[in-house]
């Protein structure tokens, strides 16, 4: 549904799998940032891969009541997203936006133009960032990129994640300081770089009431989503001097024809080596899962792996969580006088997912009515 690294594409044999950008039937999609929140899901689909981080363009929970995970890459192109929010970071520090701008605008010989420089170069006074203090809005891949490169270049960094993962906690340099709250990280910061996914939670997080709370001249970056900011806040925030810059990766009609605002055209991702990486990831991932019935990195379905076992057939099921399931899935299976060799439950929330190994081929009437079970979301066959 997006353009996908070839890298990425070559991982599906094409002797086994068919690509196309426009299929009635598919398996699978994979995909960028295309919006499938209006898309009819077709019954064929059964996974889902998201080339990138953010999962916000895709109805994630409609693909659960189907059954079907949704895989992202995580990690996979935070290098880019990271080095992007630095450029910005210093494009702002050093007022490069507006200062090239005035240098574009020259005309003249080069003494004429070296003139007009320096006399107005009093303009595009900058700060340095040792010493400064960087707030950082959620710690996870990306985040926890940019608070580490920022305590390389001597600055403070205080940090805001109230669900840090283990793993990021371990990867964080020691001396970034934890906040415990959003507003306490505006009240600290000279920079405030934004890190979190959207989510209900997060729309309109930096909002008029916490931007009257922020620190005076603060410079935020938004590299995450535009939702998380809201915009007309910003713009006031702007104009009030409460910012002094924002940096974003999201065009907005609002901030046309300002200098205080330098928006990028959502492409923290764009860099050979991040599109390479998201798309050997996720395709990956949904080729195991085709091919296997295991799942690694979907955001809506638990990690699981069974390494293949039994003489026959695997049965993966996906169903609410609730009493019974395994039961009735055990029960069907020896009901047809087969053996399990295998297999393996686990939860996520209101999902759970089984992969059994059989001794034997499942008939047909006993896929069909584990497919009718009530709780049931989706049965799969793989010989
Ligand atoms: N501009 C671009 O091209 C790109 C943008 N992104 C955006 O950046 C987001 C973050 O990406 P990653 O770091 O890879 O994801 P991640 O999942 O590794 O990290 C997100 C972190 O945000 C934290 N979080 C969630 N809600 C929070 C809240 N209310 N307050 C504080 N922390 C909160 C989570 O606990 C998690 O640690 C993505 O969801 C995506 O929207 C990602 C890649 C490229
Ligand atoms: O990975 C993400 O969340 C991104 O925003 C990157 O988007 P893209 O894959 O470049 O359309």
């Not at 895709?58 to 990271?82: L, T, W, Y």
């Not at 990129?145 to 840090?164: K, S, W």
């Not at 997060?202 to 008029?208: H, M």
């Not at 938004?222 to 999201?250: H, P, S």
């Amino acid at each position: 549904m997006n353009n996908i690294s070839a890298r990425g594409l070559d991982r599906f044999p094409r002797e086994q799998f068919e690509i196309a950008s426009e299929m009635s039937n598919p398996d699978a999609v994979l995909l960028r940032s295309a919006k499938l929140h209006d898309w009819d899901i077709p019954d064929t689909l059964k996974a889902v891969g998201r080339a990138g981080a953010g999962v916000n363009n895709i109805p994630v929970d409609a693909m659960s009541k189907r059954g079907i995970p949704v895989f992202n890459a995580p990690g996979a192109n935070a290098n880019a997203v990271k080095e992007l929010v630095l450029g910005g970071l210093f494009m702002a520090a050093r007022c490069m936006g507006p200062a090239w701008e005035f240098s574009r605008g020259l005309t003249g010989t080069n003494a004429e133009m070296n003139q007009a420089a320096e006399a107005g170069k009093k303009q595009f006074t900058g700060f340095e960032l040792p010493g400064r203090t960087l707030g950082v809005i959620g710690l996870g891949a990306i985040g926890v990129n940019v608070a580490n490169a920022a305590m390389a270049l001597g600055m403070r960094v205080i940090g805001y994640d109230p669900q840090i993962t283990v793993r990021s906690a371990w990867n964080l340099e020691a001396g970034v300081r934890r906040a415990h709250s959003v507003d306490e990280v505006l009240a600290a910061a000279d920079v405030v770089t934004l890190h979190v996914p959207e989510t209900d939670d997060t729309r309109g997080l930096i909002n008029g009431a916490r931007l009257a709370g922020s620190r005076e001249g603060q410079v935020l970056l938004n590299f995450a989503r535009a939702g998380i900011v809201d915009e007309t806040a910003v713009v006031k925030a702007l104009d009030q001097g409460r910012l002094r810059t924002y940096v974003c990766d999201f065009p907005a009609a609002a901030f046309e024809g300002r200098t205080d605002v330098i928006a990028l055209p959502h492409i923290g991702a764009s860099t050979n080596e991040a599109q390479e990486n998201c798309a050997v990831m996720a395709a990956d991932e949904v080729r195991d899962y085709l091919e296997t019935g295991n799942i690694v990195n979907a955001v809506n379905f638990p990690e699981l792996m069974l390494p293949r076992n039994g003489s026959g057939d695997r049965l993966t099921v996906a169903n609410a969580n609730v009493p019974n399931m395994l039961g009735q899935i055990s029960s069907a299976v020896a009901e047809a006088d087969l053996n399990i060799a295998d297999m393996y439950n686990k939860s996520r929330g209101d999902l759970a997912y089984s992969v059994v190994d059989i001794d034997g081929k499942l008939p047909d009437d006993v896929v069909t009515r584990l497919r009718s079970t009530e709780g049931v979301l989706a049965v799969r066959v793989i010989e």
